[in-house]
Every structure is written in C-alpha cells, then in structure tokens.
C-alpha cells in the first residue's frame, strides 16, 4: 500500500480491510484480536500509530517503534499468544506519513489447513472475524467448522457409529445400479453386492487400525433414508425453490424440500432438481459427430455441474441450509461451508480441494462432476457462448456461506444496443470488442471501476484503464473519484430525483444550542477578501437561488464549531448539487479553512465518487470545481 493510498484511507476511517491503532502508550493489546479477525475472515491491513478523534484518524506517530515491534514479534512467533504465526517479514514494514512513524502490518487470509487462527492458546475463547469495521468473537459452531475444514481427513469419510446397510435407501441404491450400467455396462463393479460396491465408492469403511467397519458419512448422505440421514446429521437441510412468478406476494411457485414425501438423500435430490432446472431451457438443433442430433448445449452442462458442485463441497454439519433457487431470469445455488480455494484460483480453473472426494467420486461414476478443477471453467465456457453475465461467486464470510449466481442476462440486449447506438453513433460499429463490453457493462451496473472489466477481460489492467481514457475522452463515459477510486458510468445517465430528500437538514440542526451560536472571532467577521466574493459564485442560477439559497443550505454548519461529519457531507452535497463551486466558495459557506475541508471531507468524497470534478484531467486547474453526483448507485453513500 503506498502513501498516498494509506493517506486516504486514514481520511476515509477504518472499514473491513484497515483497523487504526494508537501506540503512544505502548504495543496496544487488542492487536491479537484484530490479526485473528483478519486472518479468520479475508486479510486486511493492521497500522500502527494512527489514533481517533471522536469521528476522525490522525497520525499520531510512534514513539519507540524498535520496541514496539521487538514486542510484536515476540507475541506473534509465541504459540502461547498466536496459534500460528501468519505475517512474514516483508508484510511488517515502518514507515514515515507526515513526519510520524507508524507500522504497517498486512495480514494475509490463512489457508483452510491454518484455521482457526486463534489467540491465548484457546480457539473456542480466542478465535475473531472481522465484521465491516469490527472484530466479534467466533461462536463454538463458527470454530468446529473451520477445524474440520482444516483437518486432512475428508469430511465424508467419518465413519459412523450405530449405522448400518438398513439405514440406506434400496431404491435409491438400485437406481445407482441402473444409471451405472447404462454408462458402463462392463464395470466389475456391477457384480459386487451392495456392501461390496459401497466399498469401492467410499461409502462403507474398514478401519484396520481399530479392526471397526461402519457406513461413512459418504454413504449415508448419498443413499440414506431421511430419519436416518437426520440422526446423523440433526441441521441437514435440502432446499429447491422455483420462483417464476412476477406477483411478489408469491414467495415461489414450486417447492422441494424434507417433507416426508421422498428420500431427501443426494442423489434423489440431484435428479429431481436437475430436471426442472433444464426442463425449460430451449435446445438448438446440433449434430455430433455421428450425425445424430444432439439432446442438451453446454449450458445444461453447466447447470449440471454447478448443482453437482453445491452437493459435494457443501459442509453437511453446519447448521446452514443448502439452497437452490431457480428465477425467471438467473439461478441461486447456496452450499454452507467456505471456499477451501480462493475465488481467483476458481476462476483461473485446474486447482481442486473438494470438501467431500467420496461424494465428488460417486457422482463421477455415472458421469456427473468434472476432475481436477475444470468444472467451473466449464461454467464459464458455457455463459460465455451465451454472452450471459458472468457467473459470479460470493462468500458470505459471517455465516459462512458460499454462493453462486447463474444469470442468464445477454450482454448486449436490443434495447441496450439500441441506447448505446444513441450514446456512440455512427462510430458504435467501430468500437472494439473491449469498448463495446465496457459500455454493456457501464450500461448494466450504473458504475463501473477497472477491477470490474478485468473479471470479463484477460488484458492487462493499464490498458483497460487506457481504454477508459479513451472512452472518457470520446465522451462516451464519465468518470468520478480519483486514483484507485476512479468509477465510471455512461455520459447520459442523470440524478435520481429519489435521493435528494437524504440531502434535507434534519430538524435538530436547525436551531443550533446556543454552545455553538458564538462561533470564534475568526469566523465572524471574515476578511474584506472574502466578504465580496465574485458575482460567479455569490449569484447561483435563479432556478436555485429561488428555492435554496446556498446560504441556507450553509447555515446548519455554518455556525457551529463541531458538527458530526454526516451533517458536513450532507451540506456539501446539497451545496454542490446544481453547479459546480471552488474550494474557496465552498470554504466561505461552510466557514472552514480550505486544508480542513480539501483534507476532511472533499477529498474521501471524490474517491467515493460522491463529488466530481470540473476538470478531471487537471487536479490542479486554477478554476477546479466539485459537484454533487447523484447516482441510484450511490444511494448506500447518503443513507
């Protein structure tokens, strides 16, 4: 992280990937839980020597940074302390922000063979996540599960006590054999008895150490019978919903859940949800190789393997349900349990790390299930063909949950083409395939940042960027904020009407007590400079200066030593709404310095795209502006 951004963080206040510790009186203690909370959950950064004024971080600085960080390492290579060591030398640095010493500590995401990382030598008491901008303290349930995704055992290859061949299902178990042998007629393991073949597929277990043989959890989830799946597993939850029905009074219009009614094993639950996910899906006439017409596409292919996917890699011990939800429009598939890999090393595809293998190699059988981690490429292949939205993957880190969304949204619909055509004109069929996927998607996301076309694109991130110059130079996009922070939307989206009443001045404001009616000397009477200031700014369009005078949009702040810096946003934006104004006009206003305001409050409204500039090519300009900018997007921003 460089200083500029580091800087701009500080203005900008702690959030789920930066906590701000003060160190003037020492190595402040709640380190450890915040290096737990990040490791725990997805990384973030730990800086030393920034404190907090009521609502506002200042560098403070370090007084004796050699001890500070001698004691740093000396609690974090401790097992007593930390349970595992996870920062390295080159992610602990010192560094110098406005003539003070502060430290910089990244924390990276440990690995799944790492977790829990805890602290004081007990993961039920010492185990953190981060939430936004705060460590909570792990439940007993978030512990168990992330020390069983650490294990090396599989999850599915436990083998359980008191369970027999009389706890599975005989239909499903013949249904297993009938879809085997129309696949491999020849397989020898079509001869085996039941227990035999349970055997080779890994869901009966012989323990020779112990000289013990049982059915593992392989077995019974994927043949059990429902009491007997339920025993074992008292949370175990299957859930498909289609929710096709425009009316939102309806929750969904189809349902298939644990109701007595059928064996809610795995398997039944594969091919009674892989039927009505595809039953509607419109197949165009093909040939294979043999001439003989083709029965599904690729994205059948995909349906199958994501349902798959949400079966094997689900945690079937947590307490969380397994969801499937079919819309008009997209698919939902929800499996408990986080990603054991990272969500790029799904998206580059060939890594691997199946939380249940026995259950992965059972579906393979009979033909279900990609190896070696090619199955969400194939996902991806198939989406792609369709110029769908890219599928995308979450992790609900609170909950641990995983999802993933399907949607089958074309990337270019006529109407958008048609609105894009407005926007480029006669150049639109000139446009690059890399302009073109910009503009779809600046058009479907209202906003959109270089990190955001890279999840749709291979090139480099400097020559998207340089393509987004190049659209924001043809007038064909906008853009706001600064540096990293840098958004882009269409050049003929408009303010949403919507949001303006999140501007008004509560009605507490409006009569400020009277601590704060006799503001200092230097703000009563400003300099005769200040006291003419240029018709251009004293004198704002008619239209405005009929219903809000910029004076009293001011007046709430204007004469107050302290407000809450929500107050001081909401003023400037309802300041900035209508023109765009100086720095110095909007200091005047308000009544503060203008370093105070550039700093404060300006600045960290840029680059969350809040403000724009009058000239975005020139920081510097003599004559820079801000503006209010007003997107549904942005809705989050002003609440």
């Not at 009966?204 to 593992?216: P, S, V």
């Not at 949607?407 to 480029?424: A, F, G, H, N």
């Given at each position: 992280m460089d200083a500029e951004t580091l800087l701009q963080k500080i203005n900008l206040g702690e959030d789920e990937d930066i906590e701000f510790k003060a160190a003037n009186g020492g190595f402040p203690r709640d380190v450890w839980e915040t290096l737990s909370a990040f490791a725990n959950t997805d990384g973030g950064y730990i800086v030393l020597g920034v404190s907090q004024n009521k609502h506002e971080f200042?560098?403070?600085?370090?007084?004796?940074?050699?001890?500070?960080?001698?004691?740093?390492?000396?609690?974090?290579?401790?097992?007593?302390?930390?349970?595992?060591?996870i920062c390295s030398n080159s992610h602990v640095e010192a560094r110098e922000i406005e003539g003070q010493k502060i430290i910089l500590i990244k924390v990276l995401?440990?690995?799944?063979?790492?977790?829990?990382?805890?602290?004081?030598?007990?993961?039920?008491?010492?185990?953190?996540?981060?939430?936004?901008?705060?460590?909570?303290?792990c439940t007993k349930e978030e512990v168990q599960q992330m020390l069983r995704d650490a294990s090396s055992e599989p999850q599915d290859y436990q083998m359980l006590d008191k369970f027999d061949l009389n706890d599975l299902d005989s239909d499903t178990l013949k249904s297993f054999r009938q879809r085997f042998r129309s696949r491999k007629p020849d397989h020898a393991w079509l001869a085996l008895d039941d227990k035999e073949l349970l055997i080779q597929l890994g869901g009966?277990?012989?323990?020779?150490?112990?000289?013990?043989?049982?059915?593992?959890t392989a077995g019974l989830l994927m043949f059990g019978r429902e009491r007997s799946i339920l025993d074992a597993f008292p949370h175990y939850h299957l859930d498909y919903q289609e929710r096709l029905s425009h009316n939102p009074d309806t929750r969904w219009t189809f349902r298939l859940t644990l109701d007595g009614e059928w064996e809610p094993n795995l398997l039944n639950f594969y091919y009674r949800v892989y039927n009505r996910l595809v039953n509607d899906i419109e197949?165009?006439?093909?040939?294979?190789?043999?001439?003989?017409?083709?029965?599904?596409?690729?994205?059948?292919?995909?349906?199958?393997?994501?349902?798959?996917?949400?079966?094997?890699?689900?945690?079937?011990?947590?307490?969380?349900?397994?969801?499937?939800?079919?819309?008009?429009d997209s698919f939902l598939f929800s499996n408990p349990g986080r990603l054991r890999i990272s969500i790029d090393q799904l998206y580059e595809g060939g890594v691997s790390d199946p939380r249940n293998p026995n259950l992965q190699k059972m579906f393979q059988m009979l033909g279900l299930g990609e190896k070696a981690g090619s199955g969400f490429s194939g996902i991806l292949r198939a989406w792609r063909e369709q110029q769908w939205f890219i599928p995308l993957v979450s992790e609900k880190l609170d909950i641990e949950l995983t999802s993933v969304i399907l949607?089958?949204?074309?990337?270019?619909?006529?109407?958008?083409?048609?609105?894009?055509?407005?926007?480029?004109?006669d150049n639109y069929c000139q446009l690059t395939e890399i302009e073109r996927i910009i503009l779809v998607l600046a058009h479907k996301l209202d906003r959109i940042c270089n990190t955001d076309v890279q999840r749709y694109r291979n090139e480099h991130p400097k020559d998207i960027g340089e393509c987004l110059k190049h659209l924001v130079t043809q007038g064909w996009l906008k853009s706001f904020g600064r540096a990293r922070g840098t958004y882009y939307t269409l050049s003929n989206k408009e303010k949403s009407d919507h949001l303006l009443p999140l501007l008004s001045t509560p009605s507490e404001h409006n009569e400020p007590s009277s601590e704060h009616n006799e503001p200092s000397s230097e703000h009563n009477e400003p300099s005769s400079e200040h006291n003419e200031p240029s018709s251009e700014h004293n004198e704002p369009s008619s239209e405005h200066n009929k219903t809000v005078p910029l004076l009293e949009i001011a007046a709430p702040v204007r004469n107050k030593k302290r407000v809450s810096p929500e107050l001081m946003r909401a003023t400037i934006l309802k300041l900035c709404l209508e023109e765009y104004l100086l720095l110095k006009t909007l200091a005047e206003l308000?009544?503060?310095?203008?370093?105070t305001l550039r700093t404060h409050y300006i600045n960290p409204m840029l680059d969350e795209g809040l403000l724009e500039l009058k000239y975005p090519e020139q920081l510097n300009h003599p004559h820079q502006g801000y503006k209010a900018v007003l997107l549904a997007s942005n809705y989050k921003l002003l609440k």
């Open positions: 200042e560098v403070s600085g370090i007084r004796n940074l050699n001890v500070i960080l001698k004691t740093f390492w000396d609690s974090h290579n401790n097992e007593q302390k930390l349970s595992t060591p995401r440990a690995a799944r063979s790492q977790r829990p990382v805890y602290i004081n030598g007990n993961p039920l008491t010492g185990t953190y996540k981060r939430n936004y901008e705060g460590d909570y303290r009966w277990r012989r323990d020779r150490e112990i000289n013990q043989e049982g059915l593992t197949i165009p006439f093909q040939l294979n190789k043999e001439a003989v017409r083709k029965g599904e596409t690729h994205v059948h292919e995909a349906l199958r393997e994501a349902l798959v996917n949400t079966l094997i890699h689900a945690d079937h011990l947590s307490s969380r349900p397994l969801s499937v939800v079919k819309f008009p949607p089958m949204v074309s990337l270019i619909p006529q109407e958008v083409e048609r609105e894009l055509k407005e926007i480029v004109g308000v009544q503060r310095s203008p370093d």
